[in-house]
T-cell receptor
């Protein structure tokens, strides 16, 4: 089955620092890939997604590129803010969603200090 | 457009009891999935329903069950609760082939 591995946290940065959270996947075929964010006491919010190789997902200054050759989907942001403090999850789903199941990484806690 | 609504937000139950959680998907979304989130195991898939049919099920004991109604609303039930069932239960809805939108979850505490 699919699996997703993301860097363990916690990650602590100062405001305006550069962020990278690594994510790699294993899957049969070419899955769709997602980054979700979870704020304290809340559910998951979709941050960005990519559905095929070389696609770049972007939202709110965050970016991730689907790299088939390295089976990776690393999350980046050029200048983080205190409000970005949250847990970030990388996830995959089989192409076409044929098993109707998201597979998640274990999550990375990001804390941004002023 | 209303989001995914889960009720109740918080629940405290005693070991051995049963519990039913509810999820109302985004209007027009016919797929509803359930996930369990715990600090130790992370996010684990429970099951997925589409048009009242279960299309996939995760590796959970038979005490965990679900169903979907004709209006796409879904419920999940856990019988004979154990301490280890304490978790945040998340529901997600999807338009076929689209992305998944999650609700805020139901925090279940078993004492």
């Amino acid at each position: 089955g699919n699996s997703v591995t993301q860097m363990e946290g916690p990650v602590t940065l100062s405001e305006e620092a550069f962020l990278t959270i690594n994510c790699t996947y294993t899957a049969t075929g070419y899955p769709s890939l997602f980054w979700y964010v979870q704020y304290p006491g809340e559910g998951l919010q979709l941050l960005l997604k990519a559905t095929k190789a070389d696609d770049k997902g972007s939202n709110k200054g965050f970016e991730a590129t689907y790299r088939k050759e390295t089976t990776s989907f690393h999350l980046e942001k050029g200048s983080v803010q205190v409000s970005d403090s949250a847990v970030y999850f990388c996830a995959s789903i089989n192409s076409g969603g044929s098993n109707y199941k998201l597979t998640f990484g274990k999550g990375t806690l990001l804390t941004v200090n002023p | 457009k209303a989001g995914v609504t889960q009720t109740p937000r918080y629940l405290i139950k005693t070991r051995g009891q049963q519990v039913t959680l509810s999820c109302s998907p985004i209007s027009g979304h016919r797929s509803v999935s359930w996930y369990q989130q715990t600090p130790g195991q992370g996010l684990q898939f429970l099951f997925e329903y589409f048009s009242e049919t279960q299309r996939n099920k995760g590796n959970f004991p038979g005490r965990f069950s679900g169903r979907q109604f004709s209006n796409s609303r879904s419920e999940m039930n856990v019988s004979t609760l154990e301490l280890g069932d304490s978790a945040l239960y998340l529901c997600a809805s999807s338009f076929e082939g689209g992305g998944y939108t999650f609700g805020s979850g139901t925090r279940l505490t078993v004492v």
